[in-house]
Structure formats: structure tokens, C-alpha cells
């Protein structure tokens, strides 16, 4: 069965450092890979995405991921986080069932300390 | 601002009753698609339309039901309301293909909160 896991459930960061944030999925082909943001009061948006070509995406905001055939791994990363960073992050996968039916993970909330 | 627009932003009502959600799409879009969000479930798929036919069917209870009309707006009805049925009901569209192929982003709305006292 197609899944996304995202094994941190919270994240807490300092201010000005780096983040990764993981996330795994399962799936019989190959996958369209996506990472969107949701800011508290807010719907998602969408940070990046994966199609195909080159594995190293990137997005919006600073962000990057990278797609890992090898480990099923899709993790998003920034070099340097900002206040304004904390959210909550998602990374989803499809298609699913046919059309755009997006497959997503739990999320994981971010905190940043000042 | 994603383009896409749900009404009500909140709700609250009491169980056993009924509640209608509605979602017009980004200009254009034919695909519109219905998530519920809930801090134990997470973020799951109910139901997909494309252009007023039923496309894709999700997690969705069958006390809910869903449809699109000709102008392309969208209606979640959820009836016999439970006290589990309180979450964050999010609408999203996508290309006019409805295609992964498009642009392969799915357009949110801001979500209906939905309370259940």
C-alpha cells in the first residue's frame, strides 16, 4: 500500500541553524514527491516538488529536498531556518489511485527558538 | 492567497445534525478534492471531483456526501454529526487537466473548521 512516513512528530531549532526534516514513503512506481508547509490558521502550501530528473529540487523560501530512490527518502532540508519557519511540514506522494490523489504523511511541527 | 475559497471558516453545531461546506475553485480548475484533517488521523482524502463526475473516493463515512456543480463550485455535506467529526475539513483544486502532469500542485483553501459539541 502506497504511504508516507515522517518519522519526527516535533522539531525545535535555534534560529540561523540548519534543518532536515525526514520523510520516508512507500510506493509501487515511481513517485511524484511533494513537500507543502502549514502555518498555523492557514491551508498548505507548496514548498517543492519531484517528478523526475534531477533528485536535488528547489523550492520556495529557501528550501531544498532530495530524492532518494535507494532509500525511499525524500527529506527537506534549509541551511539556515528563520522565525518565520515554524510550522507544520508535510510531505506527500502520488498520484494515488489515479489523478491527483495525494497520499500525505502525519507532518511535523517545527519550532524555532530565538 | 491560493485562490481557492471555503466557506464557513468556522462552525459549530451539535450532534445529530447537519452541515454543508462549500469550496469554489482557483479560476480554471476543474479538479477540486476534499481532505479532513484531525490531530489523530492526520490529513486524509475523502472524496475527488473533476468537472461534476465523481473521480476518486477516499476515507469518506457514507453519512457524508459530496458533489460538484455546473459552475464548478463543490458541497461537503456531513450529516448525523458525531463528536469525531469536529476537525479542519480543507478543499484543494488543481490543473484543468486534473492531471499529476500538469502543474502537480493541489491549491488549498484556508479549511472549515468544524466543531461538534
Known amino acids: 500500500a502506497q504511504s508516507v512516513t515522517q518519522p519526527d512528530i516535533h522539531i525545535t531549532v535555534s534560529e540561523g541553524a540548519s534543518l532536515e526534516l525526514r520523510c520516508n514513503y512507500s510506493?509501487?512506481?515511481?513517485?511524484?514527491l511533494f513537500w507543502y508547509v502549514q502555518s498555523p490558521g492557514q491551508g498548505l502550501q507548496l514548498l517543492l516538488k519531484?517528478?523526475?530528473?534531477?533528485?536535488l529540487v528547489q523550492g520556495i523560501k529557501g528550501f531544498e529536498a532530495e530524492f532518494k530512490r535507494s532509500q525511499s527518502s525524500f527529506n527537506l532540508r534549509k541551511p539556515s531556518v528563520h522565525w518565520s519557519d515554524a510550522a507544520e511540514y508535510f510531505c506527500a506522494v502520488g498520484p494515488s489511485g489515479g489523478y491527483n490523489k495525494l497520499i500525505f504523511g502525519a507532518g511535523t511541527r517545527l519550532a524555532v527558538h530565538p | 492567497d491560493s485562490g481557492v475559497t471555503q466557506t464557513p471558516k468556522h462552525l459549530i453545531t451539535a450532534t445529530g445534525q447537519r452541515v454543508t461546506l462549500r469550496c469554489s475553485p482557483r479560476s480554471g480548475d476543474l479538479s477540486v478534492y476534499w481532505y479532513q484533517q484531525s490531530l489523530d488521523q492526520g490529513l486524509q482524502f475523502l472524496i475527488q471531483y473533476y468537472n461534476g463526475e465523481e473521480r476518486a473516493k477516499g476515507n469518506i463515512l457514507e453519512r457524508f456526501s459530496a458533489q460538484q456543480f455546473p459552475d464548478l463550485h463543490s458541497e461537503l455535506n456531513l450529516s448525523s454529526l458525531e463528536l469525531g467529526d469536529s476537525a479542519l475539513y480543507f478543499c484543494?483544486?488543481?490543473?484543468?487537466?486534473?492531471?499529476?502532469?500538469?502543474?502537480?500542485?493541489?491549491?488549498f483553501g484556508e479549511g472549515s473548521r468544524l466543531t461538534v459539541l
Open positions: 519531484y517528478f523526475s530528473g534531477d533528485t
Open positions: 484543494a483544486s488543481s490543473s484543468r487537466t486534473g492531471s499529476l502532469m500538469g502543474t502537480g500542485e493541489l491549491f
Open positions: 510506493y509501487g512506481a515511481t513517485p511524484y
